[in-house]
């Protein structure tokens, strides 16, 4: 069965930080693209980092550049966002989900994609 965990959100004062997990099974994240989505309450749903599993190549949004970092495990199957600095406007609902093959990854949409987590609460406090 293939599944998608998110987890690691939490509530964090700004300029703190936190680390996601997006553990997979059933696949390996070696041969997908794994992205990284949120969503606030009121706002369309934003790709902020994406990591391709064939060349480790990644992709962040203008809006988490120089702040997060996205990595994966092959061997744990999972993927990694450590969100550093990070401020109130980066409060939302944080989802990972998957893409076979070696897409081209500033073009990856949440509703494209194939697999798909629950989601994970991040909340950042002023």
């Known amino acids: 069965e293939v599944q998608l965990q998110a987890s690691g959100g939490g509530l964090v004062q700004a300029g703190g930080s936190l680390r996601l997990s997006c553990a997979a099974s059933?696949?390996?994240?070696?041969?997908?693209?794994i992205g990284w989505f949120r969503q606030a309450p009121g706002k369309d749903r934003e790709g902020i980092s994406h990591?391709?599993?064939?060349?480790?190549?990644?992709y962040y949004a203008d809006s988490v550049r120089d702040r997060f970092t996205i990595s994966s495990d092959n061997a744990k199957n999972t993927v990694y966002l450590q969100m550093d600095s990070l401020k109130p406007e980066d409060t939302a609902v944080y989802y990972c989900?998957?893409?076979?093959?070696?897409?081209?990854?500033?073009?990856?949409?949440?509703?494209?994609?194939?697999?798909w987590g629950k989601g994970t609460q991040v909340t950042v406090s002023s």
């Open positions: 990591i391709r599993g064939g060349d480790g190549s990644t």
């Open positions: 059933g696949f390996s994240v070696g041969d997908y693209a």
């Open positions: 989900a998957a893409k076979r093959g070696s897409p081209y990854l500033p073009m990856l949409y949440y509703d494209g994609m194939d697999y």
